[in-house]
């Protein structure tokens, strides 16, 4: 009997909700084109390589193998050499002004010294601030150098041969999209997710609807589970959309199970709607609940999740914390799914830690919820 | 000008009233510059590898070790079969197979092209791109130090004195027998041209005779290299047993005496990057971002509010300019931002150490600036919708695209043009430049008059664009 009522009253309830949801055509119409429009910009415009980063060269030898350097580096897509400075004070100059990555020095004498005693010294004063780039930069320019060595040293005899063959697995491209993709997906459905539910329930505490919905007899977890159903679906079909595009418009492939990626998919964004809810529940004003679920969400998604920087480096601590976030998981999962094309196996800790934080949420949710009553 | 002061007293009050709002914002400030500074360190970590050792020699032996004593690799996981590397690379436990295919050795010892197969999860491009490189350098060293030193095993470091000693004594030693080896064959080679050209051989002086067979048999200089080499490895390997640390012995091959190699070295200087992990250029930034969002948000909030409250019909039948109500909403917004950047100042000095190269009144006059600029936008947001639901999702949208597109997190140029024409108005980007400017490089004001410049016009246009957007009647 008390299982029925629950039943009947969650029926009603959330067909009181998806009323809310449909009258306001035009937000539900944002709801579905902003992530869309998002995924698109962010699938095209985030790209991690670099290219054209300004080089100087302070050449004081300006003999023929430092100007062949020089041309080799300059052909290369990834450094356009910018300015051809004659002191060091100018380069600290284009190091303050910010538009300058590297310089080439050398010293006079270069191909003399080759010459002379087979060494040569190239000295790189390199701005190291972004240490990811700057190793990435090095491994560029050592690259080029070791290739120029190979030309000129070219019919001389090596000691071993040892020939590598390097696959690059899952992206023998090196497409960004197929790293940034996922992430992007994560970070935009759990940012619109949470901050949809932020609302729901302090909305009718600020309207002051929700007077009436604390006399009526409706229990305070099918008020919590009722508000999270319409915007569920919303969510569902905001992955839908999403995967389409990924696939058609931005190439980047789904090779595992796609209903597994679905699937995970759904306990995401349930996992993003209870954490936007727990925030409406725990809130008084529209205002504070729209500063917590903007200001305070969006950089712990975009630094913390993996979406961008590597999580390997971090410490035990800060990698417990940040598994802690739905988003981490998820993109975690999403890219093992899409771009790795593994099974369960490989993601069931995710999966196991998304349901896992979705209820504790919820718990959390109708727990603050009914000290309100009270 | 007084009506703006009458306006202003009643927003204080109204801030002041409900200060959960502050509390939100302090809070958030404060927690998101504890935790997300040391996840935003970017450092280049160790590269872990699956190594799946088919030849299982002392010439693969001595490969991992010059590859894991690189700083760059580590061995995650040895497997039997590429099948079971690859597990572990599914598992997400290494980032890389290693494949040393059978007669590793052979080939390398026999000088013929000896294959290796690296196997990378390239799903960051970036590092796997960085992984390659890092394994190619490595055996680019590994080949030239192979033979490199005269009885030096590759990847084996002699440290201590002792151990030079010996091995400075086992070479003398073994150019001592060498040379009594050869002098005895040279001996033996004269007593067989003795015997052979004994008629010319009495007249001749021996030394002549056998300088004389040496020239006339070049051939076998080769021969007695290897027989040498042969020697040489005995020698080494009673060294490395008294020494008691080589645990595998390298079959030497002969180096290439080739004089005439030309390299180039590079010495590279890292600048601007003291603690090698790029706190100067995170931090700073994610305090911009932190500044820009609040910002944004709260002046996004505020003149909306009161078109859902119902309060702005109130100012509509007032005496009130329009400019003086916008400016009371904008003066607190740039207050409340000024005080969260000083608190996030506070923050990073005293967490992290970290203090501008330049003075602070720079920090805060282009902080205001950029203030300035956002809260016009953020006002721009706040007349442009009619309920506070409408300007959180405008304000999403619009700062997910400044936020990520600033050139903080993936460079500007390389995106594609349109996405370029973003990043050119947006006004993080300038914001974000100066910051790192002024904090790692220790810029001074007039490095920066670009940045600033830019600056000035988005605070024209969004400010202007704002008052003229918002009609009292309506």
Known sequence: MKIRT?????????????????????????????????????????????????????????????????????????????????????????????????????????????KRTGVGNVQVIMDASLQINASTLESYILATLLNYQRKINAGRELPIQIVPEIKMRYNPRLDSAFHFVPGVIGIVLMLVCSMMASLAIVKEKESGTMEVLLVSPVRPPVIVLAKLVPYLLVGMINIVVILLISVTVLKVPITGNIFLLFFIGIVFTLSSLALGIMVSVLTKTQRSAIIISIAGLMLPAITLSGFIFPLDSLSLGMKVIVHLMPVTLFISAARNIMIKGLGMDAVYPELFGLLAITIVLIVISIKCFKNRLS | MRMLGFLLQKEFILIFRDKTIL??????????????????????????????????????????????????????????????????????????????????????????????????????????????????????????????????????????????????????????????????????????????????????????????????????????????????????????????????????????????????????????????????????????????IIGAVLSALNIVTEKENGTIEQMNVSPVKRSAFIFSKIIPSWIIGMAILTLGLIIVWAMYGIVPQSSYWCIYLVSFLFLVSMVGFGVLISTACRNQQQAMLLCFFFLLIICLLCGMW????????????????????????????????????????????????????????????FRKAR
């Open chain 1, 6 to 114: 629950f039943i009947d009253q969650f029926f009603a309830f959330t067909r009181k909700e998806f009323y809310h949801i449909l009258r306001d055509r035009k937000t539900l119409l944002v709801l579905v084109v902003l992530p869309i429009s998002q995924l698109l910009i962010f699938g095209f415009a985030l790209n991690s390589s670099l290219t054209e980063m300004p080089t100087a060269v302070l050449d004081m030898s300006n003999d023929r193998m430092s100007r062949q350097i020089v041309a080799e580096i300059d052909a290369s897509s990834t450094f356009k050499v910018v300015e051809r400075v004659s002191s060091m004070d100018e380069v600290d100059e284009l190091f303050k002004r910010g538009n300058l990555s590297q310089v080439f020095v050398f010293m006079p004498g270069f191909e003399k010294e080759i």
């Open chain 2, 23 to 292: 509390l939100i914002l302090f809070l958030i400030t404060s927690i998101l510059l504890f935790i997300l500074p040391p996840a935003a360190k970017v450092r280049t970590s160790t590269i872990a590898l699956s190594v799946v050792d088919h030849d299982r020699t002392s010439t693969s032996a001595s490969f991992l070790r010059k590859l894991t004593s690189s700083n760059h690799f580590r061995i995650g996981a040895y497997a039997d079969t590429y099948e079971e590397g690859l597990q572990v690379l599914e598992k997400n436990k290494a980032s890389g197979i290693l494949e040393i295919p059978k007669g590793f050795e052979k080939n390398v010892t026999g000088r013929t092209q000896a294959p290796i197969m690296l196997e990378i999860d390239a799903v960051n491009g970036v590092t796997a791109g960085l992984s390659s490189f890092y394994f190619l350098q490595v055996l680019e060293r590994y080949i030239w130090e192979y033979v490199d030193g005269f009885g030096f095993q590759p990847g084996f470091r002699i440290e201590s004195q002792e151990e030079i000693m010996a091995r400075v004594e086992a070479e003398a030693q073994a150019e001592m027998t060498k040379r009594a080896k050869e002098s005895a064959e040279s001996e033996t080679r004269l007593a067989r041209s003795r015997l052979l050209m004994s008629s010319r051989a009495e007249m001749e002086s021996p030394l002549q005779e056998s300088f004389e067979i040496q020239q006339a048999n070049p051939s076998s200089v080769t021969a007695k290299m290897n027989e040498w080499d042969k020697r040489e490895e005995i020698t080494l390997s009673e060294l490395a047993i008294d020494a008691g640390k080589a645990d595998v012995d390298i079959p030497l091959i002969e180096k290439p005496s080739d004089p005439e190699f030309e390299q180039i070295h590079v010495a590279v200087d890292y600048r601007y990057n003291p603690d090698g992990e790029s706190s100067l250029y995170q931090i700073p930034s994610l305090l911009a971002i932190l500044v820009c």
């Open chain 2, 410 to 469: 993936t460079p500007i140029d390389s995106m594609p043009g349109w996405a370029r024409v973003i990043a050119d108005i947006n006004p993080l980007r300038y914001y974000i430049e100066v910051m790192r400017l002024f904090f790692a490089y220790g810029s001074e004001l007039r490095h920066v008059l670009p940045q600033v410049g830019a600056l000035c016009v988005f605070i024209v246009v969004f400010n202007s664009w704002a008052i003229w957007n």
